[in-house]
């Protein structure tokens, strides 16, 4: 049966929202006198990254919340594993945004699809009967998790299409145990993550449905009227974590309606304050228009944020490997799918500059991680292996990236009373020596390679600023890793 309040009439192209209710974000709506606190423009709020002690509780608004210390095991986690799996794993076709842009955006590609492989009178709703998830095993799901060195996951649990991966009360014979699997995907997955793995467990939500008429009557009444909220979207989200008990919640789709209109602060105050997960779980800043880079939790500026330079508020890169699309597409071809060379330089930029990394691979309609996705994951596993001490539980240093040689990045570590700076280089010297213009040494400087015994050779730069080292001369089966190489240098000015 098709998902309630939905049309299945077959429409190739049909606008069914007003235009203003697409992708491209709202213009802000003031909220009515009374709907919210005014919203702040300061942007200069920093979260602390360490929990001490009981803290007061936190009021529904951003000053209280975002004076919330941000749980310091996020921080040192750096790595994160994102999942985005739904209904539109089935056609796996263009993008997770398959029903948008085939239905709304009529684009000409996903019109044509629908065409040639349904027949007249299939409607998206139609999808979610192959959504069978028979080849999922858990098994070898966290296997993959736990190989990637990641610390911590998130799972979609629905997306702007509506379709939960739970048997939400609010979302009737429109998800995973009405129809398709049949079965509790988050739930499954929250167990095996937890019992099979050491990663932390968190949930993405998004807040709006394109199409739920609940949605769209607040859509076409600018948001002044909020019967959506609180008969759909709230319900869910506390239904989610009173269930599942997320460590990391998710939210995404805040280019649509302010924080008001989402009751942003006050189920952020309910989850600091009473919820099960009130003492240990993060949340990112997609609340509301203009929430992001500014209120919430880490920030999530937008997918892909790595701005480069030293940020002084925690962010998150949430990146894809596939460079076109956060769920599985079967149109993917491989210079779609990024390089491990690429992906090991994202996580060394992302770091050095204070943030972590969540490298999404979108599962197929019958539950695999595909082969390539999977090597990728188990390549940035095996690196870390190696590396990890350059990784986890870092510091930015005073350095991001060498002003000398162009592939170097720069992390830190405090080991009781000596800093170890770690240099990230992307790119093996041809003459095996390489300039770090960032570095000050001193006569008691060590300079070593992770994974590879023995200290290494170095000479001081022009007026004792910056250093030449010179790489070991290693074979292939020598080399302690294929992709980039850590130098761990002690003793710096």
Known sequence: MPALGV????????????????????????????????????????????????????????ESLDARPLPSSYDEAKIGVFSHWGVYSVPSYGSEWFWWNWQALCYPGYVKFMQKTR??????????????????????????LQASGANYFVLTSNHHEGFTDWPSKYSWNWNSMDVGPKRDLVGEVAAAVRSKTNLRFGLYHSQFEWFNPLYIQDLKHLFTTND??????????????????????????????????????EFLAWLYNDSPVKDSVVVNVRWGILCECNHGGYYTCQDRYNPG??????????????????????????????????????????????????????????????????????????????????????????????????????TSKQNETVTAVYVIVLDWPIDNDIILGSTMPTNRTTVSVLGHEGALKWTRGPSGEGMTVTLPILNPTQMPCHWAWVLKIQNLK
């Open 7 to 62: 049309s299945t009439a077959r429409r190739d192209c049909v606008y069914a929202v007003p235009p203003l209710g697409g992708p491209k974000p709202l213009e802000p709506v003031l909220p009515p006198v009374g709907l919210g606190p005014a919203m702040s423009d300061d942007l200069g709020l920093d979260v602390p990254t360490a929990v001490a002690g009981v803290q007061a509780r936190n009021e529904p608004n951003w």
């Open 119 to 144: 027949p007249s009178g299939f409607t998206y709703q139609d999808f979610a009967a192959e959504f069978k998830v028979e080849l999922f095993d858990t098994e070898q799901f966290t296997d993959i």
């Open 228 to 265: 959506y909220v609180t008969k759909v979207y709230m319900p869910e989200l506390m239904e989610l974590v009173e269930t599942y008990r997320p460590e990391l919640v998710w939210s995404d789709g805040s280019g649509e309606g302010v924080y008001q209109y989402w009751k942003s602060t």
């Open 309 to 410: 330079v030293l940020q002084k508020h925690k962010f998150e890169n949430a990146m894809t490997l596939d460079l076109s699309s956060l769920g599985y597409r079967r149109d993917a071809t491989l210079k779609d799918i990024m390089d491990i060379d690429v992906l090991i330089a994202t996580l060394a930029q992302t770091v050095s500059c204070g943030g972590n990394l969540l490298v999404n691979v979108g599962p197929t309609r019958d539950g695999r991680i595909v082969p390539i996705f999977e090597e990728r994951l188990r390549q940035m596993g095996a690196w870390l292996k190696v590396n990890g001490e350059a990784i986890y539980s870092s510091k930015p240093w005073k350095a991001q990236k060498d002003v000398k040689t162009e592939s170097v990045w720069y």
